[in-house]
């Protein structure tokens, strides 16, 4: 299974991208559909998760911010980014914890110039 990543790009602070994370196929059971991110010589940390229920979580630097969502038809999540920092710059990688793998996808750069 792949998870191809796309809609990353460079916006000016305020600005706003969508995220989107297509696996090649289904997978077995999906337990929750995440969003990480990486920052230059930072540690990847998780951004926002969507579980089997719909219940979402999110850090407390993005609450309010972004929102994450799926197509479970589809195995597809999303990641919506408003109101963009510069803070937000990093690569941000999508991973999806199935029952039978934890795959991840190539990771997309995100770039908020001030």
């Known amino acids: 299974v792949q998870l191809q990543a796309s809609g990353g790009g460079s916006v000016q602070a305020g600005g706003s991208l969508r995220l989107s994370c297509a696996a090649s196929r ?5 337990s929750a559909m995440n969003w990480y991110r990486q920052a230059p010589g930072k540690q990847r940390e998780l951004v926002a998760a969507i579980n089997s229920g719909g219940s979402t979580n999110y850090a407390d630097s993005v609450k309010g911010r972004f929102t994450i969502s799926r197509d479970k038809d589809k195995v597809t999540v999303y990641l919506q980014m408003n109101s963009l920092k510069p803070e937000d710059t990093a690569v941000y990688y999508c991973n999806v914890l199935g029952l ?6 190539q990771g997309t ?5 001030s």
Do not use: A, C, D, E
């Open 26 to 30: 289904n997978i077995f059971s999906v």
């Open 100 to 105: 039978l793998g934890n795959y991840w996808g």
């Open 109 to 113: 750069q995100v770039t908020v110039s």
